[in-house]
């Protein structure tokens, strides 16, 4: 299987699933967040970040653009794209590191960089889902169907 989707009764949830994802990344992931505005990205991307060893304060990146982060020998990259108009501004920010073997990539907005962006592993899709929230997560290469493989689903 490709996908699977969770149901995430509240923040709590959604931080679980972040946590519990960074528990099975191997040595690099490129991961696209789509979902409306407060669907549960930001939350997630935290929580994910945090678990994989992220020490200092996971800072939202909607004004940045992009927060960097060293995890061990490797670096980490969050990037919130909601602000771009057209994929070529992203050009002026140096994304070469991007793909660096062994980043971690999550990316809010990615329709918005489109074909200026690494390739893409997992695709997690948040939606409003009554008073909670839901999320689909689809496998997009190898190392995404692994991953999902590991989380049992």
Do not use: C
């Amino acid at each position: 299987m490709n996908a699977v989707e969770w149901s995430l009764a509240d923040e709590d949830a959604t931080m679980a699933l972040g946590r519990r994802l960074a528990q099975v990344v191997p040595d690099g992931l490129v991961a696209y967040l789509h979902g409306d505005l407060g669907a549960g990205k930001t939350t997630f991307a935290r929580a994910f970040l945090r678990a994989m060893g992220v020490g200092e304060r996971v800072k939202s990146p909607t004004y940045s653009l992009v927060e960097g982060y060293e995890i061990g020998d490797r670096r980490a990259f969050h990037l919130d794209l909601y602000r771009i108009a057209d994929p070529g501004e992203l050009e002026w920010l140096g994304l070469d590191s991007l793909a660096e073997p062994g980043a971690i990539v999550l990316v809010e907005w990615p329709e918005r960089g489109a074909g200026a962006l690494p390739p893409v592993d997992l695709e997690l899709s948040f939606r409003h889902e009554g008073p909670g929230r839901a999320v689909r997560i689809e496998a997009r290469s190898a190392t995404g169907l692994r991953i999902l493989q590991s989380l049992g689903a």
